[in-house]
């Protein structure tokens, strides 16, 4: 590749493009060629732009970006994300207590993460994010890992247990391990690859919720799964995508139907690599928040906007006076405007 077909592509400049530039341009002008993953990857770790961007690049500002509502096989997984809860094939132990057992694959996979947009991921079960686990309290956890991927990776989860079922070792390309545990505590726990460098790892995709249930259920809600991310298209250690759920403007897309005084129930985590913090902002209403999620009956924060550090987590919950769309999302303006935003629609 030439140096005078080289381009430098920073997320800033892509906000210069404008919203419209970045899942269109990319779309329609890279993304959607016959060695999408091949050329993705190898750009990548070259740590090089893709040369087809720069007849691109003197776009001016579009405002109004319409992401459209046309389905596609991201907008489709992200929006079963939302609800899709897999609390594992039970039985019981010889001392009465439930035994739930999940079954998780890491594999290299292409994952459309906008329209048009391809990311090569490392993926759990196929997926960014990977699979919503969930159990109760008290439950006895069994994790059987299997590493489909050509590097070297593992699953650590957040929570209480023994160290040697930490994630900290390595499971070799072809190799499998089994975590077993007792879940504690209650509340919301992410999981994650827990592989050096753990940036890339991160990254790439490798992380999930893991939902620990009270023993004393909570109230009845309509729930809903949201992991806050981004990535980082050309590894020069800044996003040029953010999403939730892996799919930038999912929920502006396919706004979320809830119910005029129905309780809305969010797993909230940030996974978001490269960037110190992430936001959720709410319009027109306020929430409570719990973080961790640990403890249903302490004292929650009152706001309308929460930030979250890499790894931490908490549980919304909401209630809309009337009907109406409520717009959501983070509360840094340059993540809005690459994807992370939505909107609730209440009938």
């Keep these: ?21 970045v899942v269109g341009v990319l779309g329609t002008s890279f993304f959607n060629t016959s060695s999408l993953f091949t ?53 019981k132990a010889p001392d009465g207590r439930t035994i739930r057992e999940y079954n998780i694959l890491a594999w290299d996979a292409e994952v459309e993460i906008a329209k048009g947009i391809n990311f090569p991921g490392w993926t759990f079960n196929g997926t960014i994010p990977g699979p919503t686990l969930r159990c109760t309290e008290g439950d006895i956890i069994r994790i059987k890992f299997g590493n489909g991927s050509a590097h070297p990776h593992s699953i650590h989860l957040h929570g209480i247990h023994p160290t040697n079922m930490d994630g900290l070792e390595p499971v070799p390309t072809g190799k499998e391990f089994v975590y077993e545990f007792e879940a504690k505590p209650a509340g919301l726990q992410p999981y994650h690859c827990h592989v050096p460098p753990l940036a890339r790892h991160i990254h790439k ?51 979320i139907k809830v ?9 909230l985590s940030n996974l978001t690599e490269f960037d110190p913090i992430n936001s959720f902002h709410l319009h027109s209403n306020y929430f409570h928040y719990y973080p961790t999620g ?4 302490a004292r929650p924060l009152f706001t309308d906007t929460i930030m979250q550090c890499q790894g931490e987590r908490g549980i919304i919950e909401i209630t809309f006076p009337t009907p109406g769309r409520y717009m959501f999302h983070a509360h840094q303006s340059e993540f809005t405007e690459l994807g992370w935003m939505g909107f609730f629609e209440v009938e």
């Design 1 to 21: 590749m030439s140096s005078n077909n080289k381009q430098n592509l920073s997320r800033r400049s892509i906000l210069k493009m404008g919203a419209a530039g």
């Design 39 to 91: 050329k993705t990857a190898n750009a990548m770790d070259k740590k090089e732009m893709h040369h087809t961007l720069k007849s691109q690049m003197n776009q001016g500002m579009v405002h109004g970006y319409d992401p459209g509502t046309d389905s596609t096989p991201g907008l489709e997984a992200a929006v079963k994300a939302l609800t899709a809860f897999d609390y594992g094939v039970v039985s």
């Design 205 to 255: 995709g490798l992380y999930g919720h893991f939902i620990i249930d009270p023993k004393k259920p909570r109230k009845q809600a309509k729930e809903l799964s949201m992991v806050m991310n981004g990535f980082d298209l050309d590894l020069d250690g800044e996003n040029e995508v953010y999403t939730v759920n892996g799919y930038a403007f999912a929920y502006q897309s396919r706004p």
């Design 259 to 267: 119910k005029v005084g129905e309780l809305v129930r969010i797993y």
């Design 294 to 297: 640990a403890d249903p009956d």
